[in-house]
């Protein structure tokens, strides 16, 4: 099986006006959920136990939004236009 090479991809961030806004969650199962399942592993718990997420290289897929609710994610929509991800196939 390929492996995608999301490096060809191109990303526009709007860091002002995030599209993925989350909540201050400290259940370790959420956690784990969360850094586990994202695609482009955007979520990664850090040695305090803390969860570390950066928007730059989400692919909008909406896992993150599905495997937990609004207790978790305060916000998940798609960027304004002209921000987020660019894929670049090759």
Known sequence: MIQPDLSRNR???AH??????????QERMVLMRLAIACPA????LQPD????FDV???????TCRLLCGEE?????????????????FG
């Open 56 to 62: 730059q290289g989400c692919l909008e897929c909406g």
């Open 72 to 88: 978790t994610i305060t916000r998940w929509r798609y960027p304004q236009a002209g921000n987020g991800i660019e894929f670049r």
């Open 16 to 25: 002002a006006n995030p599209h993925i806004i989350l909540a201050d969650v």
């Open 41 to 44: 592993g955007l979520y990664r």
């Open 11 to 13: 990303y526009q961030v």
């Open 49 to 52: 136990g803390s969860l570390h």
